[in-house]
């Protein structure tokens, strides 16, 4: 597949159609790897809740971690037997 090098700012970059992100499962990352042959661009996974441990010691430290809504009864819970 033949892309043209298009002008972004002060930088070049490359239009990658649709149909190869989807193929690939590109969404908002790509790492660029040098090889012998050329360039080799591969998608980055985000990991779901990835640096979420290093954010709630962050909170905490900054005691910005409590709660935004106590507990609250459910009138409700009179049928259940806990």
Do not use: C
Request: glycine share 8%; hydrophobic share 35%.
């Amino acid at each position: 597949m033949l892309l043209q090098i298009v002008k972004v700012g002060n930088s070049k970059g490359l239009r990658i159609p649709k149909n190869i992100l989807e193929q690939y499962h590109i969404e908002e990352e790509v790492e660029l790897s040098p090889t012998k042959n050329g360039l080799l661009i591969k998608p980055v996974k985000s990991k779901a809740r990835a640096g979420w441990s290093k954010k709630f010691k962050e909170m905490a430290a900054n005691r910005d971690d409590k709660l935004l809504m106590g507990d609250f009864g459910n009138s409700d819970d009179k049928e259940w037997q806990w």
